[in-house]
């Protein structure tokens, strides 16, 4: 039976129309098929519109409904227009997602008003282009830590249009825009982890050279899975809160992740130096593909930097390796070679260097990054005039080595490590390699192995926390960076424990703060991009449930993150890391 369209004027038909949307999506999500049906025109002239054209009828719809239902929806920037009286056209904005697939587009409904009610005539969907900007959005009623070191600022509303901030502070709410309460919650800028590793998987498997397993996992077939699914680490890091990652060193297709996430607000911004410069030739290669390039004189200096600047290497690194055969004295002319050119191609030096005579090296060569600390003694005066000279930013990774001792541990104990991920964003992959450890096999003294690697984070502890609060006391920049990919470092979360060994080591949790966001992203060179929340950035935030400026430890409790404008709970992202059904990007 039809039903009777009635065309007399009625006040009221946008709220109408609006208050059917809201029964709408809510039958979305409680999952209840026989409200959702009750809705829609029960009549052939029930329109579907897709990317495929039309169809018509309800019985098709209606058998449809219900198979299978979204288990997430976000439904926003809700746009209605009258046609006529009785008749309205509206559009919104969705996010949905089925498993591990997430999609973006627009949706329309025709509203019209009948003799049984207002009822859906007309829906349909269609998925947006990659890299089309999120609904604008308003955060409201926040304590607002922006970034920069100031105080916070509470009951703040933080306005975001096309991905980008237009207004944090004392800002008004425009009318029609969708809004999140955030009054009790802290908003920051993203996370940045300014020192990983995506072609180390944070396990055994991505570095052979401190616990070989080849046996089980092929090095050649790890690199190759790593290359192919870089998304499963670039979702850990979101939902952990981190949106911008500094890649410093490994194989070349890390060169080209910035591309591939280019518009993606599941995957954190991007910088990677490629394959490093190192002064020990490092077995840990492929056939024909190279991670490490031998820094063995001064040539290879210049026609290394030259090489890695026509890939299209954002920064430079040098793994500055040095043992009784390889002394600092023989081997700074190489790095000051490769300063040298990298200065003349105005792209930045970046080195590892953990004893003081090669970081002064690093400095002399016209470094501004330092990518670990000091770890064999104390800094001294001539350090801190060179870092100062050159403008250099000390990351100092307190917590990497420990992961090592816990890898070696798990081993000889034959037990599973336990890992830190209070939000559950850690691949499903990632985890079954760290419960493997419990079952490794290996000829190695594991107890000796244990003892050795214990004195050496004992020291090595010891020697960076003192460097690091000498270092923030002479007005050194640090950036936060986790060294993530090295075994137990894992990817994402990792952040975590490394804010929280700065602030144990005597750097206040402004500080801290200020490392993990402004610092970090100069360190990238992506300040003007994101690092603090300012307008016209990226809208790369946090909503968290406790103050980080009381303590770095309640950046754990994160209740949304919001990247490139996308804002999603972190019930969503800990879904979406762990899903089995991602797809390659």
Aim: net charge negative.
């Amino acid at each position: 039976m039809l039903l009777t369209v009635v065309l007399h004027a009625q006040p009221g038909d946008l709220d109408a129309a609006r208050a059917l949307f809201a029964r709408n999506i809510d039958a979305i999500h409680r999952h209840d098929r026989e409200a959702y049906l009750a809705l829609y025109l029960h009549s052939p002239q029930l329109v579907r519109s897709g990317a495929e054209g039309l169809a018509a009828g309800y019985e098709e719809f209606a058998k449809a409904a219900g198979a299978r239902w979204p288990d997430a929806l976000d439904a926003d920037d809700l746009r209605l227009t009258p046609i006529q009286p009785g008749i309205v056209y509206g559009t919104y904005r969705y996010r949905v997602r089925y498993g591990g697939a997430e999609h973006n587009g627009i949706s329309e409904r025709l509203f019209i008003r009948t003799s049984d009610g207002w009822k859906i005539a007309l829906t349909g969907a269609v998925d947006a282009p990659a890299g089309t900007p999120p609904p604008p959005r308003a955060i409201a009623h926040a304590t607002l830590i922006d970034g920069t070191g100031r105080a916070p600022l509470k009951d703040a509303n933080i306005i975001v249009r096309d991905g980008r901030i237009s207004c944090a502070g004392n800002c008004a709410i425009p009318e029609g825009i969708d809004v999140l309460d955030a009054k009790g919650m802290f908003v920051t800028p993203g996370l940045i982890d300014a020192h990983v590793h995506f072609s180390q998987t944070g396990w055994a498997d991505g570095r052979p050279d401190a616990l070989d397993v080849r046996a089980a996992h092929p090095y050649e077939q790890v690199e190759a899975d790593l290359k192919s699914h870089p998304q499963r680490y670039a979702r850990s890091y979101v939902c952990s809160g981190v949106t911008s990652v500094f890649d410093v060193g490994g194989f070349p297709w890390t060169l080209e992740l910035a591309n591939r996430f280019e518009g993606d607000t599941l995957a954190p911004h991007v910088t990677a130096a490629g394959p490093l410069l190192s002064t020990l030739d490092h077995w840990l290669n492929l056939p024909a593909e190279r991670q490490f390039i031998h820094l063995k004189d001064e040539e290879t200096g210049h026609s290394g930097v030259r090489y890695l600047v026509a890939q299209g290497a954002k920064a430079i690194k040098v793994w500055w390796i040095v043992n009784p055969d390889l002394p600092v004295e023989k081997s700074e002319p190489w790095v000051t070679a490769a300063g040298s050119e990298a200065a003349k191609l105005k792209v930045p030096l970046i080195v590892h260097a953990t004893g003081l005579a090669e970081a002064k090296g690093a400095l002399r060569a016209g470094a501004t990054l330092l990518v670990h600390s000091v770890d064999d003694q104390p800094v001294d005066d001539e350090l801190i005039a060179l870092a100062k000279k050159n403008g250099a930013i000390l990351i100092p990774t307190l917590t990497v080595l420990r992961g090592y001792l816990n890898m070696f541990r798990g081993v000889a104990d034959h037990k599973a490590p336990a890992i830190d991920d209070p939000n559950h964003c850690v691949d499903p992959a990632t985890i079954a390699r760290v419960n493997e450890t419990a079952t490794v096999s290996t000829n190695i003294d594991m107890p000796q192995r244990v003892a050795r690697a214990a004195a050496r984070v004992e020291k090595s502890e010891r020697f960076s926390r003192e460097n690091l609060k000498k270092l923030v006391m002479a007005g050194i920049p640090i950036a936060t960076g986790t060294d993530a990919g090295n075994p137990l470092t894992l990817h994402g979360p990792a952040i975590y424990a490394e804010m929280e060994a700065m602030q144990s080591a005597g750097m206040t949790p402004m500080q801290v703060i200020v490392s993990s966001t402004a610092i970090a992203a100069k360190a990238m060179h992506i300040e003007d991009v994101t690092g603090t929340i300012a307008n016209g950035k990226e809208a790369d935030l946090l909503l968290l449930s406790a103050d980080p400026a009381a303590d770095v430890a309640n950046f754990r409790k994160i209740s949304y993150v919001m990247r490139g404008g996308a804002l999603r709970s972190i019930g969503e992202l800990s879904a979406l890391a762990q899903s089995s059904q991602q797809t390659k990007p």
